[in-house]
Each structure stands twice: as C-alpha cells, then as structure tokens.
C-alpha cells in the first residue's frame, strides 16, 4: 500500500527548495503525493509552481493584505486542523522557517503525525533576528521527526539542542538542487539592460529591516548609483507596502537603478548570472549565489548560514550606510577583493539533496 506524503509550501522560496523534492518523490512507485499550498505569498508561489509544472491538490489561499503575525498562524493552524484530519497522511514535509511550516509542524504534532523538517538546523541564536523566522525553525525543529540538515554546521546545532543524531541527515540543501536545473536553461531576463554595463542585483524584504533600516539601505544605493553611473542597478521590489512604496520613493527617480516587479524564480536566475554582484537580505539568494560564482553582501548584522561567509564569498554589511557603501565600492574598484569572493565557491551542496531526502524516506516507507 502506498504511503500518503503531504508536502507542504506557503511562500516561494518554499516552492524553489521543495519542487526538487516533490518531483523526486512522485517519481517513487511506493509513495502518494499531495501538494498542500497555504499560499502565504500568493502570486511569487504559483509563479515558481507554474515553473516546475507542479499543481496543488489543496490550496488555502491564506494570504491577506498587512496580515498579522497572530492572525496568519491562527488561521493556518484552524485550516491545516481540518486539512490533517481528511487527509490522514503517514508524513509531512515542510521547508524553511516561515509561519507556514511553524503552524504546520504544530498542527502535525497535535494530530500525532509524524513531521520531516527540509533546511533544519539553521540557527542564528537571537529568537528576535531574523524575526519570526528564528523562532519558527526552532519550533519547528522541536517538533520534527526527521531532521534534513543541509550542512554539517546545521547538524551540530540540532545535536546540541538535543536532537538524536539517528534523526539527522546531512543532505545539503535542496536549492542547489532547483538553481542547477534552472541555470542549465537558457529563460530570458525579460528586462532591457545595458549589456556593457556591470550590473548590481539588489533584493531586500526582510521584516527586521522595515522603517530607518531599510531607509539606510536606499540611501546607500542612492549613493552607489551617484557614485558608479556606470553600473547599473536592478532592484525587484517586494509588493510589501513596507518595501515598495520607500524604494520607489527614494530609487526611483535614479536612471541607472531599474526597480521592477518581483521576477518570477527562471528570470531571477538569469539576473543572478547576469549580475557582477549582488546586495541582498535574501537566505536563499545567500546560498544560491556562491554557486554562480557572484560576491554577495548581505544587509544584515548575523546570518544562519555561516558557511559562506566562512569561505568569504559571503560577507554581513548589515542595514549599516558606510558599510554598504564601503564594502560594495571595494568590490567595484578592487579587482583582487573582487576575484577572492567570486571563487564559484559552493558550501550549500551538490544537488543531489533530493536524491538523500527520498532514500531516507524509501528507507523508512518503501
């Protein structure tokens, strides 16, 4: 009898990280697939399943303009109740640290199903940074029964939380898994760029950098951009009212900074190779990045993925304005700085994650 696997995705870097795994996994004669979508970011989800031609088969449609922290989790927690009890699944699996997979792996403990954590073991150690997404892989990590840690840093965190070493598995993270089958395709970036400029791809969205700090940000950039007129800027705004209606006031009136939609995941890939460096707040573009070979500077003060930043391809600049500045001018300058942080350095795997997941799967169920 096949065994019933419900895969659970809210946001779209859930889906980029999960997709690997939901193909490996509906490819394995002895497991029954089911794609729940909470659809916590409505439109950036459907753009990456769309991608990799994957359909929900229950779909909460949960997203809600300036919806609060307490509201999300309790609405989640009331539908995924309901959702459990149909369904009966023999195992969930979440990625990540978003409310999603926190409510997800809360409801599954309450219902006594056994839940699999994707990205486990990602600690900063500061409940408050980044926020909620510390606390929710915390939580979320307590609860679980299998234990997918995508580094050897990521496992120790989990042993000195106590997790049984039994429970974790090493399989380094499934994003490298979707960046190479991505990055092997030749998509479009679909906006006008000068082909002889360098180009600086910009993301910033997290919580922790609403308000002052996200000001510094775009000051800096305003400066960069006076600065270099000879490099360009691309900035794909997140639709947070937090995010998009400051950067549009302060970038926008700046011809070498292109501030667009958000890029669905291929053209994002594309921007990614196209790009002499990027500036990002992002975890994942932390770990897809170094992959491709481009320096990144991240716009935060500490990071649950040390591993870049060990290998200096990666370096914390913080929402800080000299900082930014600083660091970013030195990679343009510098060519020497430069070539030591674009070394294609890439601590994050192989892209053979899913491949591990699903033994360890096919070992318990198969």
């Known amino acids: 009898m096949k065994k019933k696997i419900l895969c659970v995705v809210g946001t779209r870097p859930e889906a980029i990280k999960m997709a690997p795994v939901i193909l490996a996994l509906k490819a394995e004669p002895w497991a029954n697939v089911r794609l729940l979508a909470t659809a916590q970011h409505r439109h950036m989800l459907d753009q990456v399943l769309d991608f990799f031609d994957i359909e929900p088969d229950i779909d909460l449609n949960i997203m809600r303009p300036n919806q609060a922290l307490t509201t999300l989790t309790a609405r989640l927690l009331l539908e995924l109740d309901l959702v459990l009890e149909a369904e ?18 809360l409801a599954c403990f309450y219902h006594h199903i056994p839940f699999g954590h994707i990205e486990a073991g990602l ?16 939580i979320a990590g307590r609860l679980a029964r ?17 997790i049984s070493d039994s429970n974790i598995t090493v399989t380094g993270n499934t994003v490298i898994d979707a960046l190479l089958m991505t990055a092997a395709k030749d998509c479009a970036l679909g906006i006008d760029l000068d082909s002889d400029k360098r180009l600086i791809l910009v993301t910033s969205h997290r919580r922790e950098n609403f308000g002052t700090p996200f000001r510094n940000i775009c000051r800096a950039l305003q400066a960069l951009a006076e600065r270099n007129p000879n490099v360009q800027f691309l900035y794909p705004v997140h639709p947070n009212p937090n995010v998009k209606d400051v950067a549009y006031e302060l970038l926008g009136p700046f011809p070498n900074i292109h501030l667009c939609a958000p890029l669905e995941y291929a053209p ?41 930043v060990d290998q200096g391809v990666v370096k914390l600049v913080g929402a800080n304005f000299e900082r930014i500045l600083a660091e970013t001018q030195r990679l343009l300058d510098d060519a020497a700085a430069y070539r030591a942080m674009a070394r294609g350095v890439s601590p994050y795997g192989d892209g053979r994650a899913s491949e591990r997941i699903v ?6 169920f198969g």
């Open 268 to 308: 994002f890939v594309t921007a990614m190779k196209r790009s002499y460096l990027i500036i990002s707040d992002s975890g994942g573009v932390q770990e897809e990045a170094p992959a491709l070979g481009k320096p990144v500077l991240v716009l935060r003060d500490e990071t649950e993925r040390p591993e870049a």
């Open 359 to 364: 033994r360890v799967l096919r070992e318990h």
């Open 123 to 138: 600690r900063t150690g500061d409940l408050q940074s980044p926020f909620p997404e510390e606390a929710n892989r915390v």
């Open 146 to 162: 299998w234990h997918f840690a995508p580094t050897e840093s990521s496992r120790e965190n989990l042993l000195r939380e106590g």
């Open 88 to 105: 009966k699944p023999d195992i969930v699996l979440a990625q990540g640290d978003t409310t999603t997979v926190m409510a997800a792996a």
